[in-house]
């Protein structure tokens, strides 16, 4: 087999582009890119061998044996055991190689790295949220350390859309209902583009987002930064804060007065200081309280008519955070329009 | 592929060229069909005794049983050449195939499911409780 | 037993002639009827699938919106799939010409099964009308695939109609398919054993026994979906505790042998391509015909090379990569016994030739650049990006589409009774050659360079694009947009050029190109009932006893060459 690795590393050298990409692939910005690279050309090269050779075949005979004055066809035999024999043998040994190739590759690209650094990925439409252990959440952005192995533990919120990442030949299909799970490791820091290549509607061309691999020795403060983002909003600039978080409650709430799984917030919004009526009879005020509960324990009080389907968020978020949504419900008609996009 | 010379009466039937070949017994034909209803009966009531795991396994061994009389007198099999017979067998086969590689992929995921039911299905069952 | 020489053709008493009337045409009974019907209204489809690419390639000629907004887009991509998919790729071969040559070639009357015969042509207009229906509904933006739970959504109403259509296309297809097995099996004439028959009967065959076994799936697949909007049971839609990753195996057991019919009818017309215009018996003609009936029972097993990403278990990964090269070997024998065919051969380079040379050109690149995506390791990154929408292209329009259009020009003389122009034919093909592999082959680079499928624009409309991707992104799409403008001169081109034929084009002779197969020994057109007795069956691929007749400017019997009797053929 070190035969084999040699073959291959002598092909992807001689095919492949500079460091920023070439002609067939962009640059090789993971420790998997490499290998993709390497059973690319190897398939690549074989195959042109084979095109090469038909195509000449083909144009060769259609010159040698056109059809004019005194030309006959020959009456050559009409098969030949022998020669079929061999060229199905030597195409059926060549594949076998090919797929064993690409399968040992494959296992290498999936198999569970050890010390990773790990992310939560949820997909919805049409963006990735990304959920950090220490509590930072980034929107369509990730970051990341270099030199390290990254897991990201996937899901969607509604329809299937995938996690790709070209510079890193990396994909994975993100399902609603299941975790998927896709590892990578960056050695150089820099942006690379994340793409969604699963057709997820309207706006799938544009769920695009960037993978920011950051220095290993930078990461920690950087990402301790952005956990604690909230605190950079003064107390007035809270509600704005809250349209930040609102990306993680809009697949059940929309701000535009439309129901879906959970009532609209502009609803809410408009109920402020008066009566909501509860499935089970009961009714309270809306205010904060009404919405620190509905956010910490979302099944006790359940709005008429709406499904208890909504998930605690208790350890998710930080007060200042909580305080944030209190903020941004309370005053949404001055951080958002009518159908619920910002203002200004 | 000229035919064998015919060896039945029902073969003999088969092979005349202006003939329609070998019909089947109205009689027969209605006591299968009578067999499949009380059989439809018979896994409705059974369906209604709680026999635990062998529920499944009785409702499966009528159906075959069904699909068994239905492939071979309503779909003539019985009397046919044993080469459609074979084709038969191959279309199952293939279903077998197609199902059990489905399932097959489907029980290596399981631990990655979404813990608890699903959202909709949660709320189904609770407000079967109420 | 008689044999038919070929006569003079007659334009008076032929099949188009023998009864008049439109009504005479919707209630044929006649496969020559039937099969001119399935032509005209496939050809008309393909128009509307095209011209639905164009729209789709002018929209992707730059960046941002160019001539539509997403949604009309993502409805415009899907319809261009559905509509080629099933209205036009998989009936055109069996459908169209398999309905028209597959009795005449067995030297029969008619097919089996004449009145199934038309309720299939009826029931494909009845699917097509639901079809195109879901345009006007406010149309279907899934992607020809439909996948759940995405397509399972309440807002999307037309996919109910497309989904209808496809049931009902697949009955078509299914009723084609079992006419076409029993007239194989019963309706051969005396001498023309299995080992006899002319290789598009193989591949006829062949793909008969796909459209049998394989489209009920879909058609029950297509009721599920339905079932599960409008009684939300939860067999795809998670939020209701199904599993979406079952869809696509119940989608992709159907589609990937799909992509066998369509491929297996445009090789055996290949196959009798290469040999009549290379004037030399077909080389492994038993090596070719088991190389159908292998690809028919192995594409079966394959259909898991469509869900790598998919969450699809590593194990099935590996096991479908596995069969899925071991599908590619029997058409590589096809490749290389056509090469085998035209070695010292006498090849006139005649339009269908031409056509079935760039077959073997865009079918070679088609079936090598399969390997890419049934390596695992590459797939990875290949999956859902331009280089699939190119890998497909080669293989379904670039091969099958090609090879269909190629068996359109050898048979035209048989079917109309005219020859179209030569010259023009040359032309429209160069357009169509040249244009294919510019759109399409820029697409190659497009996909590894990682361009997504799908997308309705490349650049930051809404943000998070790098700009570097964008630019490289839009030199490929304007050049493969421009060779789509080229492709598509040329088949305005063919549409032109045929037309005119059928008005003004010369007489046929009943063996223009020095055809064996039973189809050249009945006059151009054939007469209504085809062979007044089953004619006496020889080895249709030896041409010898064929010589080029000036006056009739067709091929026609040696003198001096026995006809084939009743024991010794």
Known sequence: MTLLTTILGLLAAATEGPVGGGFWMPRQASTAADVVDSIFFFILWISVFFFVLIVALMVLFVIKYRRREGHESAKTATHNTALE???????????????????????????????????????????????????????????????????????????????????????????????????????????????????????????????????????????????????????????????????????????????????????????????????????????????????????????????????????????????????????????????????? | MPDAAPSTPAEAQRSEPHGVGHIVPMPLLIGTGLALLVLTWVTIAVAGIDLGEANIWVALAIAVLKGTLVALIFMHLRWDRPFNGIIFVAALVFVTLFIALALTDTAEYQSDLHPGDAPAVESKLQELER | MSTLTPEHPDLRTNYLTHSRGVLSWMFTLDHKRIGVMYLVSVLASFLLGGILALLVRTELIAPG???????????????????????????????????????????????????????????????????????????????????????????????????????????????????????????????????????????????????????????????????????????????????????????????????????????????????????????????????????????????????????????????????????????????????????????????????????????????????????????????????VVAHFHYVMMGSALIAMIGGLHHWWPKITGKMYSESLGRLAWALVFVGFNVTFFTQFMLGSQGMPRRYHDYSDTIGNWLPEKTQLFHTYHFISSIGSYVMALGFFLILFYLLHSIFRGRRAPANPWGGRSLEWQCTSPPPHNNFDAPPAVGDCYDFSVLEWDEQEGGYKWREDAPHPGGQDS
Not at chain 1, 267 to 284: N, P, V, Y
Not at chain 1, 288 to 295: A, L, Q, T
Not at chain 3, 191 to 212: E, H, N, V
Not at chain 3, 250 to 260: D, K
């Open chain 3, 65 to 387: 919106e160019t001539i539509m907004g997403q949604d009309a887009y993502n409805r415009t991509f899907t319809m261009h799939g559905a509509v080629m998919i099933f209205l036009v790729i998989i009936p055109s071969i069996p459908a169209a010409l398999g309905n028209f040559i597959l009795p005449i070639m067995l030297g029969a009357k008619d097919v089996a099964f004449p009145r199934l015969n038309l309720t299939s042509y009826w029931l494909w207009v009845i699917g097509a009308i639901f079809a195109v229906m879901s345009m006007v509904v406010g149309g279907v933006d899934t992607g020809w695939t439909f996948y759940a739970p995405y397509s399972t959504e309440a807002a999307r109403v037309g996919v109910v109609y497309v989904t209808v259509g496809a049931f009902i296309l697949g009955f078509s297809s299914i009723f084609t398919g079992l006419n076409f097995i029993v007239t194989i099996h019963r309706l051969r004439p005396p001498g023309m054993t299995w080992f006899r028959m002319p290789l598009f009967l193989w591949s006829l065959y062949a793909t008969s026994i796909i459209q049998i076994l394989a489209t009920p799936v879909l058609g029950i697949t297509l009721l599920l979906l339905i079932v599960e909007r409008v009684f939300r049971v939860g067999i795809f839609d998670p939020a209701l505790g199904g599993d979406p990753v079952l869809y696509q195996h119940f989608f992709w057991f159907y589609s990937h042998p799909a992509v066998y019919i369509m491929i297996l009818p445009a090789m055996g017309i290949i196959s009798e391509l290469v040999s009549i215009h290379s004037h030399k018996h077909i080389f492994g003609y038993r090596f070719i015909a088991y190389s159908s009936i292998a690809i028919a029972l192995f594409g079966f097993l394959v259909w898991g090379h469509h869900m790598f990403t998919s969450g699809q278990s590593a194990l099935m990964n590996a096991i479908f990569s596995a069969i899925t090269f071991s599908v590619s070997i029997p058409s590589a024998i096809k490749v290389f016994n056509w090469l085998a065919t035209m070695y010292r051969g006498s090849i006139s380079l005649n339009t269908p030739m031409l056509y079935a040379l760039a077959f073997i050109f865009i079918f070679t690149i088609g079936g090598l650049t399969g390997m890419f995506l049934g390596t695992l390791a590459t797939d990875i990154h290949l999956h859902d990006t331009y280089f």
């Open chain 1, 85 to 344: 024999l061999t060229w199905t043998i030597i195409p059926l040994i060549l594949v076998i190689i090919i797929f064993y190739v690409g399968l040992r590759g494959y296992v290498g690209m999936i198999q569970e790295p050890r010390n990773a650094y790990e992310v939560w990925v949820t997909g919805q439409r049409w963006s990735w949220t990304f959920e950090h252990d220490n509590g930072a959440v980034q929107t369509n952005v990730l970051t990341v350390p270099a030199g390290r192995p990254v897991k990201l533990k996937m899901t969607s919120t509604d329809v299937i859309h995938s996690f790709y990442i070209p510079d890193f030949r990396k994909k994975q299909d993100v399902v609603p209902g299941r975790y998927t799970y896709l590892w990578f490791e960056a050695p150089e820091p820099g942006q690379y583009q994340l793409f969604c290549a699963e057709y997820c509607g309207t706006q799938h061309s544009q769920m695009a987002g960037i993978i920011e691999v950051t220095a290993a020795d930078e990461f920690d403060d950087v990402i301790a930064q952005k956990a604690n983002w909230i605190d950079e909003y003064a107390d007035e600039d809270l509600p704005r804060a809250g349209l930040r978080l609102y990306p993680r409650c809009q697949s059940c709430h929309t701000l535009d007065g439309s129901p879906l799984q959970g009532p609209s917030f502009r609803e809410t919004h408009r109920l402020w200081g008066q009566k909501r009526i509860f499935a089970d009879g009961s009714e309270t005020v809306v205010d904060e309280n009404y919405v620190r509960n509905s956010i910490l324990n979302p099944g006790a009080q359940i709005v008429m008519n709406y499904p208890n389907v909504m998930p605690t968020f208790q350890g998710q978020l930080k007060e200042r955070e909580i305080r944030a949504l209190i903020e941004f419900i309370r005053k949404l008609d001055e951080v958002v329009d009518e159908q619920g996009g910002p203002r200004e």
